[in-house]
């Protein structure tokens, strides 16, 4: 089960002239090929992202667990926006999102915020993209400086961690103890 908390790792091809990392982006993938695009770029040398997550199935007295893809229709894949051919060339990619024929990157804070839920193994599952609710940070454990959106204050403690972009949600189950207010609401 490599594939179900997968380790993000930097190559060669995902470097800049001058050596920094490039960006990531979200490209829109065919259905149900998540995995399949993310080997393909992974064997071409670009540094990719697909957080899965676990969900059973009954089917009469028999229980089957699935490995789905957190956002479906989607992969990450961190590459310099200008030699993009490479990644649309790709058997399964549709498209890069963004506005027009512009690439948009996803915010770093976003994805490394996705990235360490996805390493502490916290329950998770897909939500629907929230813009109203109270931002919060997490203040200790292996969450620490995650910001998200409080949906229940009930046990337990539901937060919504968003990817702008796609205007896709996470939901992550997490003590309440370890979460503060942030400054801001997302309310006007």
Known sequence: MKEFWPEPETTSAALRDGGNLAEWFALAVRPRHEKAVSRLLRHKGYETFVPLYRRQHR?????RQFELALFSGYVFCRFDALVRLPILMTPGVIRLVGAGRTPCPVDEKEMKALQSVVRARFPMQPHAFLTAGERVRIA?????????????STKPFRLILSITLLQRSVLVEIDEDLVLPHRETLWS
Not at 140 to 152: D, I
């Open 59 to 63: 089917y009469g007295r028999h229980i």
């Open 140 to 152: 200790s454990g292996p969450l620490a400086g995650v910001e998200g959106v409080v949906v229940e």
